[in-house]
């Protein structure tokens, strides 16, 4: 409230209901009445705070002013039940393995045994996950529950976002051996609770030894002699436990070891009830006086991701040891200067005094433990015998005074004595000696020169003068670059060289990086000291500290080394040494990778080149080919990526795109040039670009003599006109256009047509040969069926006569040709199996010619011929008949024949003249024998004879006479069994 008057005023606030009868706490005004002074401000706080659930409130706020109206403000609420979902209800931990209850005297125990166990409580962890489903309001979560040394509730009073989760940490850690049951409750917005509730249970770890026993105790041994126990271990847990027996320095140092081992990596586990064998042996070294120690096993419990030590006493061991007398025949050795990593090696001789066999065992200097070596180092001492020991002192490094070693010592124990009270005995060794540095003039130079990734090798020698044989093992060291190596020696590992003889020891250099060019080094001019003059002058030039031979190129490239070098050092017996130092110079590298492919033509294929990084660092190429070789006279096609990665150590295909349009050979060389280091990496792909075997596929299907036809689409990729010349090894097949002219860039259509002559189904090829592009093979196949009755021919004919018809056909191969013509059955007949029925009708068709002579098909249009049949009917029905037209070369032709018979017709007249004769030609149509009567119809006619018997399809005469004063007509009649009659008109003139 301002107020901007000149008097001060008092204001009242009241609040009015309007959704509800009378006023709800939920709506509060603070202050409610009070005082503003002239020009100040007054602050009221308006709270919503409603106690139960509401969809919609409305009040009326009223500030009455002194002497004024009051003023009204309207306010409106709602209030709903939280939405707050918990991931889970209820969650049960399970068991937990518990460290066994203490005992008065266990935490000496536990300190001697296991100086690191301890730690933090078995616990378990649980994340409970809170959300908010509320999309417009926060919601505030706490809970009441109090943090107790089992159950931790790590949550923190906060208010969850609309939408918004929480994730609460429920930590779990039981400290005693029972079932546990906690029921968290979370109080939402202060005004609901949910409750979460959680179980758990507490078993104790126990494992005992079977049987049971609280020590294990040896009798007393003398140095070299052993004893085994045998005992179990016996899981009395009412779970699973793992556990290990860690090596203890107070058992170990005494003697006591067990088997099987364990570690924490390794452990044991034991399933309820279930045992495990244990061997403990004591093996003594020393003189060890009575002692009785704890066998303590570590328990491992794995709960939340962690897992968790904790002791478990299993039993004491009580045992104790004798010694013997052992002497060294001198206490000390000098040695005087030894080149460093060479070695001299002078005698000491370990003498048993005493009367049993005694064990003995070197342990050698801690500090100088490279340096000094003995052989051997263990062993058994007979009664009243020595041994000779192999002192051998090798240098490291350097060194301005003379080296005291005073800390070998020998470790005596009786073996296999039955005596009792003798001690074990130690005794103590002093070595002392020089490291000198190599003299110079005994190096000698190996200078190498090849191509980057290639080999050379190269041979020295080393020579024993001594009586002995040496046995060594060869050094290498590397020198530049300093993280790679580019030389082996060998033989490696350990070498024998026989007295008075030489070894030769191969080197061979294998570059991986690219070297400076440098006249010096590359005609191996350079002595191993002006190399390191170089080094030193190239160190002072860049002024970055580093001694690897590296300068800068005038231009952008990466440094390149000016030579690679490394040393192999031989350290010999004597204390003298044999070093060999090794120049390298790897020029540019040579094709290193090559790729033979064959591709078809006109097809874009993919070749790759599997490249492998020689260099364990990533690495990006620009790519570049140049074609070197081509057979044809058009180069192939190449598509290649300019830009090449190499991930380390790995390999990977570089791809590219060849095509041709005609069979060619070609050499492309591919310069793969590294951005980062002046390198590159050469690669060949000798390319064989032939013609695809078929490019596609052509079936047609038709018949005999019937035309069949496709299109061909031929696409012309080139920038020239292409012109195609057809052919095919099918000879029916033709070609339009012939040839095939084909625009640049453009497709072209080509009719390939078939008309077969013969029937039958194959295989051919059709071939389009192009100066442009070559050749392109299609497979054709083709099926063709026989055909069928291609003509039809009717003939109608009365009994007794004949008609002829020509058919003509049309003849389609290229060749001239004969065809032989048979009269066959009709189909219908022959499907039928009357053959024998229509053998007849058979017999009523002739042919006029039996063969027909037929010219070439030189114009794909037809060359015609025809053939003359005749039909003669034999009885009065329809005959059927095939014409079948056969050639050498197997062309077929066929016509169906269609004979139909008419009753005899009437004939004549015949003129006879008075008291002649006249001669009438008769033919019997029938295929068999038949008796035909003759008679005449007028008295002035007649016959010699009344009957006739004709054989089959055979003729006669018949002879009419008339007499000489007749002047009339008449008729001869012939007639036949079931036949219509024969008429033949006579006029007497």
């Known amino acids: 409230l301002q107020n901007a008057g000149s008097f001060d005023f008092r204001f009242h606030w009241s609040i009015q209901s309007v959704s ?111 959300t908010n489903l509320d999309p417009h309001h926060d919601c505030f979560i706490s809970t009441p529950f109090e943090k107790s040394n089992v159950l931790d509730v790590q949550l923190v009073p906060c208010s969850i976002g609309p939408g918004e989760k929480i994730s609460v940490t429920l930590v779990f850690a039981p400290k005693q051996a029972k079932n546990y049951r906690f029921k968290i409750p979370f109080s939402i917005n202060d005004r609901t609770t949910a409750h979460v ?189 020595d041994i000779p020991i192999e002192v051998t002192f090798r240098p490291t490094e350097v060194t301005q005074k003379r080296i005291v070693v005073d800390d070998i010592i020998c470790l005596i124990k009786a ?106 080094v590359r005609e191996g001019t350079l002595s191993a000291e002006e190399v390191d003059g170089v080094n030193r002058k190239e160190q002072r030039e860049r002024g970055d500290g580093a001694c690897n031979g590296h300068l800068a190129d005038k231009d952008n490239h990466p440094r390149l080394p000016l030579f690679h070098a490394a040393s192999v050092f031989i350290p010999l017996p004597d204390g003298e040494a044999a070093t060999c130092r090794f120049i390298g110079q790897a020029t540019e590298p040579t094709v290193e990778q090559v790729v033979d492919a064959s591709i078809v033509c006109r097809e874009k294929q993919i070749q790759a080149i599997k490249i492998r990084n020689w260099i364990p660092v990533k690495q990006k190429f620009d790519v570049a080919y140049t074609i070197t070789q081509c057979t044809g006279d058009t180069p192939p096609q190449i598509q290649a990526p300019d830009r090449f990665e190499l991930p380390a150590s790995q390999a990977r295909e570089y791809r590219f795109l060849a095509s041709a349009f005609k069979p060619c050979a070609a050499v492309v060389q591919f310069r793969f040039t590294s951005r980062e280091k002046a390198d590159f990496y050469l690669a060949e792909a000798r390319l064989t670009f032939t013609d695809p075997e078929t490019v596609g596929t052509i079936a047609l299907e038709t018949t005999v003599r019937q035309l069949a036809k496709t299109k061909v689409l031929v696409e012309n990729p080139s920038t020239r006109k292409a012109v195609f010349q057809c052919q095919s090894n099918v000879a029916d097949v033709c070609f339009s256009p012939s040839p095939l002219e084909v625009p640049p860039g453009a497709t072209g259509a080509l009719e390939v047509s078939l008309r077969a002559n013969v029937s039958g189904a194959g295989e051919g090829t059709i071939v389009l040969t192009s100066d442009e592009l070559g050749t392109y093979k299609y497979l054709l196949k083709y099926s063709v069926s026989a055909g069928e009755i291609e003509k039809h021919a009717t003939f109608s004919a009365p009994l007794g006569k004949e008609v002829s018809e020509t058919l003509r056909f049309l003849h389609f191969a290229k060749k001239p040709t004969t065809y032989l013509a048979t009269i066959d059955f009709a189909p219908d007949e022959t499907r039928g199996g009357g053959r024998s029925k229509a053998s007849g009708s058979v017999e009523n068709f002739f042919l006029e010619n039996k063969s027909v002579a037929v010219s070439g098909d030189v114009e794909n249009r037809g060359t015609e011929f025809a053939v003359g049949v005749r039909f003669a009917p034999s009885k009065l029905a329809e005959t059927k008949a095939t014409l079948v037209l056969r050639s050498a070369e197997g062309f077929e032709y066929k016509a169906l024949l269609i004979g139909r018979a008419q009753p005899p017709q009437p004939q004549g007249p015949f003129r006879l003249g008075k008291g002649k004769c006249i001669n009438i030609d008769f033919r019997n149509p029938f295929e068999t024998q038949t008796e035909f009567s003759l008679q005449v119809d007028r008295p002035c006619f007649s016959v010699e004879k009344k009957v006739v018997k004709l054989e089959a399809r055979k003729s006669t005469t018949i002879s009419v006479q008339v007499k000489p004063d007749a002047r009339d007509a008449g008729r001869l009649i012939v007639t036949a069994d079931g036949i219509p009659p024969w008429i033949f008109y006579l006029k007497a003139d």
């Open 415 to 520: 073996s296999g004595a039955s005596a009792s009270n003798v001690e074990t005995s130690t005794l103590s060794l002093t070595v002392t000696g020089q490291g000198v540095a190599q003299p110079s003039d005994s190096v000698q130079t190996l200078q190498f020169s090849t191509a980057v990734r290639t080999q050379q090798t190269k041979t020295f020698q080393v020579k024993n003068s001594k009586k002995y044989d040496w046995s060594t093992t060869p050094l290498v060291a590397c020198e530049s670059p300093k993280d790679a190596m580019y030389f082996l020696c060998s033989p490696s590992g350990r070498v024998t060289i026989p007295a008075n003889q030489k070894v030769t020891f191969q080197v061979t250099y294998s570059p991986l990086t690219m070297t400076r060019a440098s006249s010096s």
């Open 20 to 130: 509800t009868v009378s006023c709800s706490p939920s709506l509060s005004v603070s202050p409610t009445e009070g005082v503003v002074e002239t020009g100040r401000n007054c602050e009221v706080t308006l709270t919503y705070a409603p106690a139960e659930i509401s969809k919609h409130e409305e009040y009326l706020l009223l500030c009455s002013i002194s002497g004024s109206d009051p003023y009204r403000i309207r306010a409106q609420g709602s209030c709903s039940s939280p939405k707050v979902s918990f991931s889970f209800s209820s969650h049960d931990f399970g068991a937990f393995v518990l460290p066994p209850s203490l005992f008065p005297d266990l935490g000496s125990v536990l300190a001697l045994s296991s100086p690191s166990s301890g730690g933090s409580a078995i616990s378990d962890r649980v994340e409970l996950k809170i």
């Open 197 to 385: 509730t959680v179980t758990g249970k507490g078993i104790p770890a126990r494992l005992e030894l079977s049987p049971s026993s609280d020590e294990i105790r040896f009798a007393p041994l003398i140095k070299g002699e052993s004893a085994v126990k045998h005992v179990r271990i016996v899981n009395r847990t009412e779970a699973s436990l793992e556990f290990f027996l860690p090596a203890s320095p107070n058992l170990s140092s005494r003697g006591i070891s067990w088997k099987p081992l364990s570690s924490e990596t390794k452990p044991f586990s034991l399933h309820p009830r279930q045992e495990l064998p244990l061997e403990v042996s004591f093996k003594p070294a020393l003189s060890i006086p009575e002692f009785s120690l704890p066998l303590v096993a570590e328990c491992l419990v794995k709960r939340g991701g962690l897992t968790y030590r904790f002791p478990s006493l299993l039993c004491h061991i009580a045992a104790k040891s004798f010694e013997t007398e052992v002497r060294l025949s001198q206490p000390s050795l000098a040695f005087g200067p030894i080149v460093v990593n060479s070695w001299a090696t002078q005698i000491v001789k370990l003498t048993n005094i005493g009367e049993l066999f005694m064990h003995f065992k070197f342990k050698t200097s801690t500090k100088y433990s490279q340096m000094v070596s003995l052989s051997p180092s263990e062993g058994l001492l007979h009664p009243h015998a």
